[in-house]
Protein backbone atom coordinates (compact mmCIF):
# COMPACT_ATOMS: atom_id res chain seq x y z
CA UNK A 1 0.00 0.00 0.00
CA UNK A 2 1.10 3.20 -0.94
CA UNK A 3 2.23 5.58 2.21
CA UNK A 4 0.29 8.36 3.29
CA UNK A 5 1.92 11.30 3.06
CA UNK A 6 2.55 13.60 6.38
CA UNK A 7 1.46 9.98 8.13
CA UNK A 8 2.04 10.63 12.04
CA UNK A 9 4.72 8.55 13.31
CA UNK A 10 4.61 6.93 16.68
CA UNK A 11 7.14 7.83 19.25
CA UNK A 12 8.26 9.01 22.57
CA UNK A 13 11.05 12.16 21.30
CA UNK A 14 11.15 15.14 23.21
CA UNK A 15 9.52 16.80 20.11
CA UNK A 16 6.39 13.80 20.40
CA UNK A 17 6.15 15.11 23.70
CA UNK A 18 5.93 18.74 23.30
CA UNK A 19 2.24 20.16 23.64
CA UNK A 20 0.63 20.17 19.85
CA UNK A 21 -0.54 23.73 20.56
CA UNK A 22 2.91 24.84 20.72
CA UNK A 23 4.21 22.56 18.03
CA UNK A 24 1.09 24.49 15.68
CA UNK A 25 2.54 27.95 17.32
CA UNK A 26 5.79 27.49 16.37
CA UNK A 27 5.03 25.95 12.68
CA UNK A 28 2.86 29.11 12.43
CA UNK A 29 6.02 30.95 13.35
CA UNK A 30 8.46 29.30 11.39
CA UNK A 31 6.10 29.99 8.06
CA UNK A 32 6.24 33.67 8.46
CA UNK A 33 10.01 33.34 9.44
CA UNK A 34 10.56 31.28 5.82
CA UNK A 35 9.27 33.74 4.00
CA UNK A 36 11.00 36.81 5.49
CA UNK A 37 14.64 35.63 5.55
CA UNK A 38 15.70 37.03 1.97
CA UNK A 39 19.43 35.75 3.23
CA UNK A 40 21.43 32.51 2.15
CA UNK A 41 22.71 32.31 5.54
CA UNK A 42 19.18 32.90 7.19
CA UNK A 43 17.54 30.35 4.60
CA UNK A 44 20.71 27.80 5.35
CA UNK A 45 19.78 28.73 8.98
CA UNK A 46 16.48 27.63 8.44
CA UNK A 47 17.80 24.03 6.97
CA UNK A 48 19.75 23.31 9.84
CA UNK A 49 16.86 24.07 12.24
CA UNK A 50 14.77 21.05 10.25
CA UNK A 51 17.69 19.15 10.38
CA UNK A 52 18.25 19.18 14.45
CA UNK A 53 14.33 18.89 14.48
CA UNK A 54 14.42 15.69 12.49
CA UNK A 55 17.05 14.12 14.33
CA UNK A 56 15.28 15.06 17.86
CA UNK A 57 12.26 13.57 16.61
CA UNK A 58 13.91 10.46 15.72
CA UNK A 59 11.54 9.97 12.46
CA UNK A 60 13.30 8.40 9.43
CA UNK A 61 14.25 11.60 7.06
CA UNK A 62 12.02 9.23 4.12
CA UNK A 63 9.22 10.87 5.97
CA UNK A 64 9.87 14.37 5.37
CA UNK A 65 10.93 13.29 2.09
CA UNK A 66 7.34 11.82 1.15
CA UNK A 67 6.05 15.19 2.00
CA UNK A 68 8.13 17.25 -0.23
CA UNK A 69 7.69 14.84 -3.53
CA UNK A 70 4.52 15.51 -4.44
CA UNK A 71 5.23 18.80 -4.85
CA UNK A 72 8.78 18.48 -7.00
CA UNK A 73 7.48 19.33 -10.18
CA UNK A 74 5.82 22.16 -8.87
CA UNK A 75 8.94 23.54 -7.02
CA UNK A 76 10.82 22.77 -9.87
CA UNK A 77 8.94 24.98 -12.42
CA UNK A 78 8.66 28.19 -10.54
CA UNK A 79 12.13 27.51 -9.73
CA UNK A 80 13.09 27.35 -13.95
CA UNK A 81 10.26 30.03 -13.83
CA UNK A 82 12.26 32.33 -12.00
CA UNK A 83 15.57 31.50 -13.51
CA UNK A 84 14.61 32.45 -16.74
CA UNK A 85 12.44 35.34 -16.44
CA UNK A 86 13.76 37.67 -14.07
CA UNK A 87 15.81 40.77 -15.31
CA UNK A 88 19.28 40.73 -14.32
CA UNK A 89 22.68 39.89 -15.17
CA UNK A 90 22.95 36.96 -17.83
CA UNK A 91 24.21 33.78 -16.82
CA UNK A 92 24.31 32.17 -20.02
CA UNK A 93 22.21 32.05 -23.39
CA UNK A 94 20.01 29.49 -24.71
CA UNK A 95 18.55 31.63 -27.67
CA UNK A 96 16.12 33.76 -26.11
CA UNK A 97 16.48 32.18 -23.07
CA UNK A 98 18.90 33.90 -20.76
CA UNK A 99 18.90 32.34 -17.51
CA UNK A 100 19.94 35.58 -15.25
CA UNK A 101 22.24 34.87 -11.66
CA UNK A 102 19.37 37.43 -10.51
CA UNK A 103 16.91 34.44 -11.39
CA UNK A 104 19.09 32.12 -9.89
CA UNK A 105 19.30 33.82 -6.78
CA UNK A 106 15.49 34.35 -6.50
CA UNK A 107 14.30 30.83 -7.94
CA UNK A 108 16.56 29.13 -5.27
CA UNK A 109 15.04 31.24 -2.65
CA UNK A 110 11.89 30.35 -3.69
CA UNK A 111 12.02 26.98 -4.43
CA UNK A 112 14.34 26.63 -0.55
CA UNK A 113 11.09 28.78 0.75
CA UNK A 114 8.18 26.27 -0.53
CA UNK A 115 10.30 23.23 0.59
CA UNK A 116 10.75 24.54 3.90
CA UNK A 117 7.12 25.06 4.59
CA UNK A 118 6.77 21.66 3.72
CA UNK A 119 9.68 19.93 6.17
CA UNK A 120 8.10 21.93 9.18
CA UNK A 121 4.54 21.02 8.16
CA UNK A 122 5.94 17.56 8.18
CA UNK A 123 7.84 17.43 11.48
CA UNK A 124 4.56 18.75 13.78
CA UNK A 125 2.44 15.86 11.66
CA UNK A 126 5.53 13.38 12.21
CA UNK A 127 5.62 13.82 15.73
CA UNK A 128 1.96 14.64 16.96
CA UNK A 129 -0.76 12.29 16.81
CA UNK A 130 -3.55 13.59 14.39
CA UNK A 131 -6.20 13.85 16.59
CA UNK A 132 -3.71 15.49 19.29
CA UNK A 133 -3.26 18.20 16.20
CA UNK A 134 -7.16 18.94 16.13
CA UNK A 135 -7.58 19.27 19.84
CA UNK A 136 -4.98 21.95 19.76
CA UNK A 137 -6.60 23.61 17.21
CA UNK A 138 -9.89 23.58 18.77
CA UNK A 139 -8.41 24.40 22.42
CA UNK A 140 -6.33 27.88 20.38
CA UNK A 141 -9.88 28.54 18.41
CA UNK A 142 -12.14 27.77 21.59
CA UNK A 143 -11.80 31.81 22.73
CA UNK A 144 -12.95 33.34 19.44
CA UNK A 145 -16.32 34.25 19.33
CA UNK A 146 -17.21 31.47 16.92
CA UNK A 147 -20.97 31.68 17.78
CA UNK A 148 -21.11 34.66 15.70
CA UNK A 149 -20.53 32.41 12.47
CA UNK A 150 -23.34 29.64 13.99
CA UNK A 151 -20.74 27.08 14.97
CA UNK A 152 -18.76 25.97 17.76
CA UNK A 153 -14.72 25.20 18.34
CA UNK A 154 -15.70 21.21 19.39
CA UNK A 155 -18.18 20.94 16.16
CA UNK A 156 -15.10 22.88 13.89
CA UNK A 157 -12.60 20.07 15.01
CA UNK A 158 -14.97 17.18 14.59
CA UNK A 159 -15.41 18.40 11.06
CA UNK A 160 -11.84 18.70 10.26
CA UNK A 161 -11.78 14.95 11.71
CA UNK A 162 -14.21 14.12 9.73
CA UNK A 163 -13.76 15.15 6.59
CA UNK A 164 -9.65 13.74 7.04
CA UNK A 165 -11.82 10.74 7.51
CA UNK A 166 -14.35 10.63 5.06
CA UNK A 167 -11.64 11.18 2.09
CA UNK A 168 -10.62 7.76 2.03
CA UNK A 169 -13.90 6.30 1.93
CA UNK A 170 -15.16 8.95 -1.20
CA UNK A 171 -11.61 7.37 -3.34
CA UNK A 172 -12.90 4.20 -2.23
CA UNK A 173 -16.54 4.71 -3.49
CA UNK A 174 -15.33 6.14 -6.52
CA UNK A 175 -13.35 3.15 -7.49
CA UNK A 176 -16.77 1.11 -6.85
CA UNK A 177 -18.97 3.08 -8.11
CA UNK A 178 -16.50 2.60 -11.16
CA UNK A 179 -15.98 -0.63 -11.26
CA UNK A 180 -20.00 -1.32 -11.12
CA UNK A 181 -20.58 1.10 -13.45
CA UNK A 182 -17.87 -0.37 -15.86
CA UNK A 183 -19.93 -4.03 -14.88
CA UNK A 184 -22.99 -2.48 -16.59
CA UNK A 185 -20.90 -1.84 -19.71
CA UNK A 186 -20.11 2.00 -19.22
CA UNK A 187 -17.20 2.68 -21.57
CA UNK A 188 -15.10 5.61 -19.30
CA UNK A 189 -12.49 5.13 -22.03
CA UNK A 190 -14.64 7.48 -24.41
CA UNK A 191 -16.23 10.68 -23.24
CA UNK A 192 -15.92 12.37 -20.09
CA UNK A 193 -19.09 14.06 -20.38
CA UNK A 194 -20.95 10.92 -20.32
CA UNK A 195 -19.41 9.23 -17.95
CA UNK A 196 -19.04 11.85 -15.35
CA UNK A 197 -23.19 12.11 -14.90
CA UNK A 198 -23.62 8.22 -14.75
CA UNK A 199 -21.00 8.06 -12.23
CA UNK A 200 -22.10 11.04 -10.31
CA UNK A 201 -25.34 9.91 -9.29
CA UNK A 202 -24.76 6.59 -8.06
CA UNK A 203 -22.06 8.27 -6.38
CA UNK A 204 -23.67 10.84 -4.71
CA UNK A 205 -26.48 8.13 -3.71
CA UNK A 206 -24.13 5.44 -2.16
CA UNK A 207 -22.32 8.90 -0.11
CA UNK A 208 -25.30 10.49 1.45
CA UNK A 209 -26.15 6.67 2.58
CA UNK A 210 -22.60 6.71 4.08
CA UNK A 211 -22.64 9.97 5.18
CA UNK A 212 -26.42 9.02 7.14
CA UNK A 213 -24.84 5.97 8.30
CA UNK A 214 -22.01 7.30 10.20
CA UNK A 215 -23.85 10.44 11.71
CA UNK A 216 -26.14 7.59 13.09
CA UNK A 217 -23.31 6.03 14.84
CA UNK A 218 -21.56 8.92 15.96
CA UNK A 219 -25.05 9.97 17.64
CA UNK A 220 -25.25 6.48 19.02
CA UNK A 221 -21.86 7.09 20.49
CA UNK A 222 -23.06 9.98 22.17
CA UNK A 223 -22.27 12.91 20.12
CA UNK A 224 -24.05 16.16 20.23
CA UNK A 225 -21.85 18.55 18.47
CA UNK A 226 -21.74 20.03 22.32
CA UNK A 227 -18.94 20.38 24.60
CA UNK A 228 -16.67 17.47 24.61
CA UNK A 229 -12.91 16.48 26.06
CA UNK A 230 -10.56 14.88 24.14
CA UNK A 231 -7.97 12.05 25.13
CA UNK A 232 -4.65 14.01 24.19
CA UNK A 233 -4.41 15.99 27.77
CA UNK A 234 -3.43 19.73 26.87
CA UNK A 235 -1.00 20.94 29.06
CA UNK A 236 2.06 23.40 28.71
CA UNK A 237 5.18 22.37 30.26
CA UNK A 238 8.03 23.88 31.60
CA UNK A 239 9.50 22.25 27.96
CA UNK A 240 6.92 23.79 25.92
CA UNK A 241 7.87 27.49 27.29
CA UNK A 242 11.33 26.80 26.80
CA UNK A 243 10.83 25.81 23.14
CA UNK A 244 8.58 28.23 22.43
CA UNK A 245 11.69 31.03 23.83
CA UNK A 246 14.67 29.03 21.99
CA UNK A 247 12.71 29.10 18.98
CA UNK A 248 12.31 32.83 19.56
CA UNK A 249 15.80 33.76 19.93
CA UNK A 250 16.62 31.63 16.90
CA UNK A 251 14.11 34.03 14.57
CA UNK A 252 15.60 37.09 16.16
CA UNK A 253 18.77 35.39 14.89
CA UNK A 254 17.51 34.47 11.23
CA UNK A 255 15.97 37.76 10.50
CA UNK A 256 19.39 39.49 11.84
CA UNK A 257 20.88 37.79 9.46
CA UNK B 1 -33.74 -2.95 31.21
CA UNK B 2 -35.59 -1.60 28.20
CA UNK B 3 -39.42 -1.71 27.59
CA UNK B 4 -41.01 -1.54 24.53
CA UNK B 5 -45.10 -0.60 24.71
CA UNK B 6 -47.14 0.22 21.93
CA UNK B 7 -44.22 0.83 20.00
CA UNK B 8 -45.35 2.38 16.01
CA UNK B 9 -42.84 3.69 13.28
CA UNK B 10 -43.30 4.75 10.15
CA UNK B 11 -40.04 6.12 7.90
CA UNK B 12 -41.23 9.58 6.29
CA UNK B 13 -43.38 8.92 3.37
CA UNK B 14 -43.30 5.01 3.49
CA UNK B 15 -45.46 2.31 4.92
CA UNK B 16 -44.96 1.67 8.98
CA UNK B 17 -42.01 -0.29 9.87
CA UNK B 18 -43.00 -1.08 13.38
CA UNK B 19 -46.38 -2.10 14.36
CA UNK B 20 -47.61 -1.80 17.74
CA UNK B 21 -44.54 -3.46 19.61
CA UNK B 22 -44.61 -4.75 23.03
CA UNK B 23 -41.15 -6.13 24.46
CA UNK B 24 -39.67 -6.20 27.42
CA UNK B 25 -35.32 -6.97 27.75
CA UNK B 26 -34.67 -8.21 30.88
CA UNK B 27 -31.28 -7.17 32.74
CA UNK B 28 -28.70 -9.42 31.54
CA UNK B 29 -30.83 -11.77 29.18
CA UNK B 30 -29.56 -12.60 25.36
CA UNK B 31 -31.92 -11.80 23.25
CA UNK B 32 -31.91 -12.61 19.55
CA UNK B 33 -34.17 -10.92 17.03
CA UNK B 34 -34.54 -12.53 13.59
CA UNK B 35 -36.61 -12.05 10.77
CA UNK B 36 -36.28 -11.51 6.75
CA UNK B 37 -34.65 -8.53 4.91
CA UNK B 38 -36.93 -5.49 5.44
CA UNK B 39 -39.33 -6.96 8.65
CA UNK B 40 -37.83 -3.79 10.60
CA UNK B 41 -35.37 -5.78 13.06
CA UNK B 42 -32.90 -2.63 12.28
CA UNK B 43 -36.06 0.29 13.33
CA UNK B 44 -36.55 -1.80 16.38
CA UNK B 45 -32.66 -1.66 17.08
CA UNK B 46 -32.63 2.18 16.18
CA UNK B 47 -35.47 2.63 18.88
CA UNK B 48 -33.21 1.07 21.53
CA UNK B 49 -31.18 4.11 21.95
CA UNK B 50 -33.37 6.60 21.37
CA UNK B 51 -31.44 7.06 17.69
CA UNK B 52 -35.16 7.04 16.61
CA UNK B 53 -38.23 7.87 19.08
CA UNK B 54 -41.54 6.02 18.50
CA UNK B 55 -44.74 7.62 16.81
CA UNK B 56 -47.00 5.92 19.22
CA UNK B 57 -46.41 4.28 22.25
CA UNK B 58 -42.75 4.16 24.29
CA UNK B 59 -39.66 2.74 24.93
CA UNK B 60 -38.15 3.32 28.18
CA UNK B 61 -34.73 2.56 29.43
CA UNK B 62 -34.28 1.63 32.98
CA UNK B 63 -37.29 3.50 33.34
CA UNK B 64 -35.85 6.52 30.93
CA UNK B 65 -38.27 7.91 27.75
CA UNK B 66 -36.41 8.28 24.66
CA UNK B 67 -38.72 10.75 23.68
CA UNK B 68 -36.85 12.74 26.73
CA UNK B 69 -34.42 14.42 24.61
CA UNK B 70 -32.11 15.61 28.27
CA UNK B 71 -32.14 11.81 28.86
CA UNK B 72 -30.67 10.73 25.73
CA UNK B 73 -27.08 11.22 26.91
CA UNK B 74 -27.18 8.82 30.08
CA UNK B 75 -29.58 6.63 27.66
CA UNK B 76 -26.85 6.29 25.52
CA UNK B 77 -24.54 5.48 27.85
CA UNK B 78 -26.61 2.81 28.85
CA UNK B 79 -27.13 1.19 25.20
CA UNK B 80 -24.48 1.02 22.28
CA UNK B 81 -25.17 0.07 19.38
CA UNK B 82 -22.75 -2.02 16.72
CA UNK B 83 -23.82 -1.53 12.93
CA UNK B 84 -23.73 -4.13 10.31
CA UNK B 85 -21.02 -2.03 8.22
CA UNK B 86 -17.62 -1.43 10.12
CA UNK B 87 -16.39 0.82 7.50
CA UNK B 88 -18.80 3.44 7.67
CA UNK B 89 -19.33 3.54 12.26
CA UNK B 90 -15.75 4.56 12.43
CA UNK B 91 -14.78 8.59 13.25
CA UNK B 92 -10.92 8.12 14.57
CA UNK B 93 -8.51 8.11 12.27
CA UNK B 94 -6.62 5.42 14.05
CA UNK B 95 -8.21 2.66 16.60
CA UNK B 96 -6.95 3.84 19.19
CA UNK B 97 -8.67 7.72 18.56
CA UNK B 98 -11.68 5.74 17.77
CA UNK B 99 -12.13 4.01 20.96
CA UNK B 100 -11.56 7.28 23.12
CA UNK B 101 -14.18 9.07 20.59
CA UNK B 102 -17.82 8.04 23.22
CA UNK B 103 -15.84 8.50 26.16
CA UNK B 104 -14.81 12.21 24.83
CA UNK B 105 -18.32 12.78 24.37
CA UNK B 106 -19.30 11.66 27.98
CA UNK B 107 -16.78 14.49 29.11
CA UNK B 108 -14.69 12.43 30.74
CA UNK B 109 -11.43 13.39 31.95
CA UNK B 110 -7.93 12.81 30.18
CA UNK B 111 -6.89 10.43 32.14
CA UNK B 112 -9.79 8.38 32.53
CA UNK B 113 -10.22 8.13 29.15
CA UNK B 114 -6.80 6.90 28.30
CA UNK B 115 -7.48 4.17 31.05
CA UNK B 116 -10.57 3.25 29.05
CA UNK B 117 -9.12 3.27 26.08
CA UNK B 118 -5.70 0.81 27.15
CA UNK B 119 -8.08 -1.79 28.62
CA UNK B 120 -10.44 -2.48 26.07
CA UNK B 121 -7.62 -2.39 23.37
CA UNK B 122 -5.71 -5.16 25.48
CA UNK B 123 -9.28 -7.08 26.04
CA UNK B 124 -10.30 -7.30 22.61
CA UNK B 125 -6.71 -8.20 21.67
CA UNK B 126 -6.37 -5.23 19.31
CA UNK B 127 -3.47 -3.38 21.68
CA UNK B 128 -1.13 -3.99 18.11
CA UNK B 129 -3.63 -1.81 15.84
CA UNK B 130 -3.65 1.00 18.42
CA UNK B 131 -2.29 3.74 15.73
CA UNK B 132 -3.82 1.88 12.44
CA UNK B 133 -6.30 3.39 10.63
CA UNK B 134 -9.61 0.97 10.94
CA UNK B 135 -10.08 1.40 7.71
CA UNK B 136 -7.06 -0.68 6.49
CA UNK B 137 -8.43 -3.64 9.18
CA UNK B 138 -9.90 -6.86 8.03
CA UNK B 139 -13.79 -7.01 8.55
CA UNK B 140 -13.37 -9.32 11.42
CA UNK B 141 -10.70 -7.09 12.81
CA UNK B 142 -13.02 -3.75 11.90
CA UNK B 143 -16.46 -5.67 13.71
CA UNK B 144 -13.86 -5.88 16.87
CA UNK B 145 -13.00 -2.47 16.58
CA UNK B 146 -16.40 -1.21 16.23
CA UNK B 147 -17.37 -3.34 19.49
CA UNK B 148 -14.71 -1.83 21.03
CA UNK B 149 -15.71 1.59 20.17
CA UNK B 150 -18.91 0.87 22.17
CA UNK B 151 -17.48 -1.06 25.29
CA UNK B 152 -15.42 2.74 25.86
CA UNK B 153 -18.51 3.70 26.80
CA UNK B 154 -18.92 1.15 29.55
CA UNK B 155 -23.11 0.56 28.80
CA UNK B 156 -25.08 -2.11 30.39
CA UNK B 157 -26.64 -3.26 27.25
CA UNK B 158 -25.25 -4.16 23.53
CA UNK B 159 -27.28 -3.80 20.49
CA UNK B 160 -26.05 -6.03 17.53
CA UNK B 161 -27.69 -5.19 13.87
CA UNK B 162 -26.43 -7.57 11.64
CA UNK B 163 -22.98 -7.48 13.01
CA UNK B 164 -21.28 -10.81 11.12
CA UNK B 165 -23.91 -9.98 7.48
CA UNK B 166 -20.59 -8.70 5.60
CA UNK B 167 -17.97 -11.21 7.56
CA UNK B 168 -16.52 -14.57 6.25
CA UNK B 169 -17.69 -17.08 7.89
CA UNK B 170 -14.68 -17.73 10.14
CA UNK B 171 -14.61 -14.30 11.67
CA UNK B 172 -18.35 -14.13 12.27
CA UNK B 173 -17.56 -17.04 14.73
CA UNK B 174 -14.86 -15.06 16.84
CA UNK B 175 -16.83 -11.68 16.80
CA UNK B 176 -19.93 -14.11 18.30
CA UNK B 177 -17.53 -15.80 20.49
CA UNK B 178 -16.78 -12.10 21.79
CA UNK B 179 -20.19 -11.53 22.16
CA UNK B 180 -20.93 -14.11 23.78
CA UNK B 181 -18.38 -13.27 26.40
CA UNK B 182 -19.78 -9.98 26.88
CA UNK B 183 -22.74 -12.05 28.30
CA UNK B 184 -21.05 -13.90 30.76
CA UNK B 185 -19.91 -10.55 32.08
CA UNK B 186 -23.62 -9.47 32.52
CA UNK B 187 -24.20 -7.74 30.27
CA UNK B 188 -27.20 -7.47 28.39
CA UNK B 189 -27.17 -8.45 24.52
CA UNK B 190 -29.48 -7.77 22.10
CA UNK B 191 -28.57 -9.67 18.88
CA UNK B 192 -30.13 -8.89 15.33
CA UNK B 193 -29.77 -11.68 12.79
CA UNK B 194 -31.38 -13.44 9.77
CA UNK B 195 -29.37 -16.59 10.74
CA UNK B 196 -31.09 -18.79 13.28
CA UNK B 197 -27.82 -20.63 13.65
CA UNK B 198 -25.91 -17.50 15.31
CA UNK B 199 -28.81 -17.70 18.24
CA UNK B 200 -27.56 -21.30 20.09
CA UNK B 201 -26.88 -19.02 22.88
CA UNK B 202 -29.66 -16.66 23.57
CA UNK B 203 -32.00 -17.47 26.21
CA UNK B 204 -35.06 -16.10 24.01
CA UNK B 205 -35.93 -15.25 20.35
CA UNK B 206 -38.65 -13.17 18.82
CA UNK B 207 -39.27 -13.51 15.40
CA UNK B 208 -40.55 -10.22 13.42
CA UNK B 209 -42.03 -10.34 9.88
CA UNK B 210 -43.55 -7.16 8.44
CA UNK B 211 -43.06 -5.02 11.51
CA UNK B 212 -44.75 -6.97 14.11
CA UNK B 213 -43.39 -9.42 16.38
CA UNK B 214 -44.87 -12.56 15.26
CA UNK B 215 -43.41 -15.68 17.69
CA UNK B 216 -41.49 -15.69 20.62
CA UNK B 217 -39.67 -18.19 22.70
CA UNK B 218 -36.80 -19.87 23.50
CA UNK B 219 -34.51 -20.61 20.23
CA UNK B 220 -35.24 -24.51 20.84
CA UNK B 221 -38.94 -24.38 20.30
CA UNK B 222 -38.85 -21.67 17.52
CA UNK B 223 -36.20 -24.42 15.88
CA UNK B 224 -39.17 -26.84 15.87
CA UNK B 225 -41.70 -24.30 14.54
CA UNK B 226 -39.31 -22.67 12.01
CA UNK B 227 -39.16 -24.54 9.32
CA UNK B 228 -41.89 -23.97 6.25
CA UNK B 229 -41.32 -20.71 6.97
CA UNK B 230 -40.61 -19.15 3.72
CA UNK B 231 -37.70 -16.27 3.16
CA UNK B 232 -35.78 -16.86 6.54
CA UNK B 233 -32.77 -17.83 5.75
CA UNK B 234 -32.12 -21.28 6.85
CA UNK B 235 -28.59 -21.94 8.13
CA UNK B 236 -27.67 -25.86 6.31
CA UNK B 237 -27.32 -27.40 9.57
CA UNK B 238 -31.00 -26.59 10.46
CA UNK B 239 -32.49 -26.85 7.18
CA UNK B 240 -30.89 -30.25 7.45
CA UNK B 241 -32.78 -31.12 10.62
CA UNK B 242 -36.21 -30.02 9.16
CA UNK B 243 -35.63 -32.45 6.41
CA UNK B 244 -34.75 -35.18 8.32
CA UNK B 245 -37.81 -34.24 10.77
CA UNK B 246 -40.22 -34.50 7.67
CA UNK B 247 -38.98 -38.26 7.62
CA UNK B 248 -39.55 -38.40 11.31
CA UNK B 249 -35.94 -38.60 11.88
CA UNK B 250 -35.42 -35.91 15.34
CA UNK B 251 -31.88 -34.45 15.58
CA UNK B 252 -32.54 -32.20 18.76
CA UNK B 253 -31.84 -28.55 18.78
CA UNK B 254 -28.51 -28.97 20.45
CA UNK B 255 -27.07 -30.97 18.41
CA UNK B 256 -27.24 -28.54 15.27
CA UNK B 257 -24.53 -26.04 16.75
CA UNK B 258 -21.40 -27.85 14.72
CA UNK B 259 -21.41 -30.52 11.83
CA UNK B 260 -19.28 -32.69 14.47
CA UNK B 261 -22.52 -32.81 17.07
CA UNK B 262 -24.74 -33.14 14.18
CA UNK B 263 -23.13 -36.06 12.81
CA UNK B 264 -22.51 -38.04 16.53
CA UNK B 265 -26.50 -37.86 16.29
CA UNK B 266 -27.42 -38.94 12.65
CA UNK B 267 -24.72 -41.82 13.97
CA UNK B 268 -26.11 -42.52 17.53
CA UNK B 269 -29.91 -42.28 15.91
CA UNK B 270 -28.60 -45.29 13.48
CA UNK B 271 -26.50 -47.40 15.65
CA UNK B 272 -29.96 -47.50 17.28
CA UNK B 273 -31.86 -49.21 15.19
N1 LIG C 1 -34.13 5.26 6.08
C1 LIG C 1 -35.27 4.71 5.63
N2 LIG C 1 -36.16 5.45 4.95
C2 LIG C 1 -37.32 4.92 4.50
N3 LIG C 1 -37.69 3.64 4.69
C3 LIG C 1 -36.85 2.84 5.36
C4 LIG C 1 -35.59 3.33 5.87
N4 LIG C 1 -34.97 2.31 6.50
C5 LIG C 1 -35.79 1.25 6.38
N5 LIG C 1 -36.91 1.55 5.71
C6 LIG C 1 -38.03 0.64 5.43
O1 LIG C 1 -38.54 0.18 6.66
C7 LIG C 1 -38.81 -1.19 6.62
C8 LIG C 1 -38.04 -1.92 7.70
O2 LIG C 1 -36.66 -1.81 7.43
P1 LIG C 1 -35.52 -2.33 8.40
O3 LIG C 1 -35.88 -1.96 9.78
O4 LIG C 1 -34.23 -1.83 7.87
O5 LIG C 1 -35.61 -3.91 8.23
P2 LIG C 1 -34.53 -5.04 8.48
O6 LIG C 1 -33.43 -4.47 9.32
O7 LIG C 1 -35.28 -6.14 9.15
O8 LIG C 1 -34.03 -5.47 7.14
C9 LIG C 1 -38.48 -1.66 5.22
O9 LIG C 1 -39.67 -1.72 4.48
C10 LIG C 1 -37.57 -0.58 4.70
O10 LIG C 1 -37.71 -0.43 3.32
MG1 LIG D 1 -31.35 -4.36 8.92
Known amino acids: ?257 | MIRLENVSYSYPGGTPALRNINLEIEEGEFLGIIGRNGSGKSTLALHLNGLLRPEKGKVTVRGLDTRDFARLPEIRKLVGIVFQNPETQFVGRTVEEDLAFGPENLCLSPAEIRVRVDRVLAETGLEKYRHRSPKTLSGGQGQCTALAGVLTMEPECLVFDEVTSMLDPGSGTAVLKRIEGLREKGKTIVYVTHNLEELHAADRVIVMEQGKIVREGQPEKLFSDLPGDPGLALPSLIELAAQLRAHGIHVPWEKTRSPETFAEEICRLFSKT
Open chain 1, 1 to 257: MKEPVFSYVPGTSLLHRLDPRTKLAAVMLLGVLTFRAESFTGIGALFVLFFTLALLSGVPLKVFARAVRPMVLFITFIFLAQLFFTEGEALASFGALQPSLEGLENGTRIASRFVLLLLFAAVLTASTNPSAITAGIERMLRPLPLRWLGVTSFELATMMNLSIAFLPLLFERVERTKAAQAARGMDFGKSPFRSIPALAVPLLRGLVRDAGELALAMESRGYQGRARTSMHELSMKGRDWAALLVLLLFSILVLGL
